[in-house]
């Protein structure tokens, strides 16, 4: 089981950056693909992108291509989410997530942290 706790989220004019950050307890962090979604209020969870237990494969929504990179450090169980050139339309609450499958799909995720907020002013 793991436990999983986003930080970063805030206000940023539009163009802006932003690093959210995902930080695991336990020891099995690294035995986990981890991955990164974002809802906003009345829409379905939105897949934003994935990485692979040791790093080596990332997928992104076509969105966020180019603007977007997820990263993890499997010695400090941390994930990363390095957001550039922000729209308004990257606004919602972003939740990291851990799961077995390197997939695009919220119910391939077992374990969800708490959501932090981007609000992104045009």
């Known amino acids: 089981q793991v436990q999983l706790v986003e930080s970063g989220g805030g206000l940023v004019q539009a163009g802006g950056s932003l690093r959210l950050s995902c930080a695991a307890s336990g020891r099995t962090f690294r035995t986990y693909v981890m991955g990164w979604f974002r809802q906003t209020p009345g829409k379905e969870r939105e897949f934003v992108a994935a990485i692979t237990q040791g790093g080596s494969s990332t997928t992104y929504t076509d969105s966020v291509k180019g603007r977007f990179t997820i990263s993890r450090d499997n010695a400090k169980n941390t994930m990363s989410l390095q957001m550039k050139t922000l729209k308004p339309g990257d606004t919602a609450v972003y939740y990291c997530?851990?799961?077995?499958?390197?997939?695009?799909?919220?119910?391939?995720?077992?374990?969800w942290g708490q959501g932090t907020q981007v609000t992104v002013s045009s």
């Open positions: 997530a851990a799961g077995s499958m390197f997939s695009m799909t919220s119910a391939h995720y077992d374990y």
